[in-house]
């Protein structure tokens, strides 16, 4: 669903603010962890963000990145379960709940941040990144809220806190582009939403702008450091939601290519691509016909694909939505 999928923004990223504050091994270790993240090897990255926190137990970065860690895996196998964007049928109807374990497992670390973020912001209330993770773990905790829980006006608020903390870091460093990531989204959501929900986000204080939040978004996206691809992963889904199909896939695509063991951004790819020629079949807008051919070509590619070999029965059925879709 929407809000699931896009509170994604709540991610653990920094730039390299304050680099001479902690051991330089910390933005390798990092590094390497978000790429195995984002090629879906979840135990390979926790196992580098492990490394983190053995390496600088002190420091809020480890702690952030494992918890986001299980966050993202939340997120992705939610996606595989959910609806696809043409219909009302799940690939599986079975309702997933929560294993207690894991929900520890991420309170545990995202509580452990915000300890150290707040010990060293005692220390030192301009400590940018300290600020910066204390709004980050925040972020995932209004994620949890609203994804899990169901708890949206305290996802709102926790969010709402996590916003001010990051403004307050452009404030002191203007050019930590990533901390405008959750400004942005904020800012598209509540800008999103009807009136009357509107209203009540704007009892707390808070409020939105569809085309302001698209702009910073962007802008991360080109001009940010760790929070570059996570930009990107949030616009593939507001483009196609502002029916901005060739961004959407151009985006998708540009994913897709930097990281290849993702089969998702694959599939993203696929749907973009599928909606821009439904539409454009729809409203009678000539298209080149290799374009259904290419659409095609990325589900054959992945089922025959053997690393993608357990995921093939939901590549198939992806594929199958999208014949139905086209007909």
């Known amino acids: 669903m929407f809000w699931t999928r896009i509170l994604l ?4 990223f920094t730039s390299v603010v304050g680099q001479s504050a902690r051991p330089p091994q910390l933005d390798t270790l990092r590094a390497e ?26 420091h809020p970065a480890g702690p952030q990145c494992y918890a986001a860690s299980l966050w993202i895996q939340q997120l ?31 309170r545990k670390w995202t509580r452990r941040t915000k300890q150290l973020s707040e010990a060293r912001l005692r220390k030192n209330p301009r400590d ?10 925040e972020g995932l905790e209004a994620a949890y809220s609203a994804a899990v829980e169901r708890k949206f006006m ?38 999103s939403l009807p009136l009357p929900l509107k209203m009540l986000a704007g009892t707390v204080g808070v409020r939105g702008s569809k085309k302001k939040g698209l702009k910073e978004l962007e802008h991360v996206a080109t001009e940010g450091e760790w929070g570059r691809d996570v930009a990107r992963v949030l616009l593939v889904d507001l483009y196609k939601r502002e029916k901005r199909w060739d961004d959407a896939i151009a985006t998708a695509r ?29 409203s009678k807008t000539p298209l080149n016909p290799s374009e259904e051919r290419n659409l095609f070509a990325i589900f054959d590619s992945l089922l025959r694909d053997k690393t993608f070999a357990a995921q093939t029965q939901l590549i198939q059925f992806r594929r199958n939505e999208t014949q139905r879709l086209l007909k």
């Open 33 to 58: 962890g978000y790429e195995a993240l984002y090629n879906l090897d979840y135990e390979g990255a926790r196992r580098r963000f492990q490394k983190m926190i053995d390496l600088a137990p002190d």
């Open 76 to 106: 992705n196998e939610s996606w595989e379960l959910k609806s696809t964007l043409y219909s009302d049928k799940a690939y599986k109807d079975e309702k997933t709940k929560a294993d207690p374990r894991k929900v520890e497992e991420f």
């Open 254 to 282: 540009e994913l897709s290519e930097r990281f290849p063991r993702n089969y998702l951004f694959k599939l993203q790819l696929a749907d973009a691509m599928a909606l821009k020629i439904a539409a454009a079949r729809k």
């Open 9 to 12: 923004v709540l991610i653990c």
């Open 128 to 137: 940018v990144e300290a600020l910066y993770f204390l709004g980050a773990a």
């Open 154 to 191: 305290s996802a709102l608020r926790t969010g709402s806190s996590a916003v001010d903390h990051h403004r307050k870091v452009l404030e002191l460093s203007p050019k930590f582009y990533d901390a405008e990531l959750t400004i942005g989204l904020q800012n598209y959501v509540i800008g």
